[in-house]
């Protein structure tokens, strides 16, 4: 059998065999001589996807564990944030993204936007998402709340039903009270 040709630049992959030229082909692996893993990309993926497939539980148990670490608790909230507003309004029209929701706890100084307590702090729709016709899922109505100032607000309208103990600033820029409003 005759042996083809492969130039220094052109590296196998020890799986699939198929000569990928490009570095972008392979992950990267400090700890081999070319600093290049030794499968392909969709090798890697591929036994892996076989691999969680033979190993339900296991997949299963360390998605629980991360769902416990602070990344995973943030994942959960805004998932469920853009799940419960997909579901609830016609016009769902954005996802919340991650970053979206660091900003807005950034700009609430991380306290709730209600009370600015310094408490565990939960996904807010500032125009309830039952409010089907005036509702958003985009940034300009997410707010950080407290459990208790989140249960307390329900899907009540801010300012006319329900006024906040204590309102962050950035709620008052975002929401100002009106003068027909109780909120002086
Ligand atoms: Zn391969
Ligand atoms: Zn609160």
């Not at 030794?38 to 996807?49: D, G, L, V, W």
């Not at 707010?143 to 008052?172: F, I, M, R």
Request: glycine residues 2%; positive net charge; charged residues 35%.
């Amino acid at each position: 059998m005759e042996e083809t040709y492969i130039p220094f630049f052109m590296k196998r992959c020890s799986k699939c065999e198929f000569p990928k030229y490009r570095a972008t082909d392979y992950h990267k692996d400090a700890k081999s001589k070319d600093k290049l893993s030794s499968r392909c990309k969709p090798c890697i993926k591929e036994s892996k996807a076989i691999w969680r497939k033979d190993n339900l539980d296991k997949v299963r148990i360390s998605k629980q564990q991360w769902r416990q670490t602070p990344n995973g608790r943030e994942y959960k909230k805004i998932s469920s944030a853009n799940r419960r507003a997909r579901h609830s309004t016609d016009n769902f029209c954005h996802k919340l993204t991650k970053t979206e929701w660091a900003e807005t706890k950034v700009e609430f100084n991380d306290l709730c936007a209600y009370c600015q307590r310094e408490v565990f702090l939960e996904i807010e729709h500032v125009i309830p998402i039952s409010d089907k016709e005036r509702t958003s899922n985009a940034k300009w109505n997410i707010v950080t709340a407290c459990k208790s100032c989140n249960s307390g607000k329900h899907d009540k309208t801010l300012w006319v039903d329900w006024v906040p103990k204590n309102p962050h600033p950035e709620l008052l820029r975002r929401f100002p009270p009106t003068k027909d409003n109780k909120f002086v």
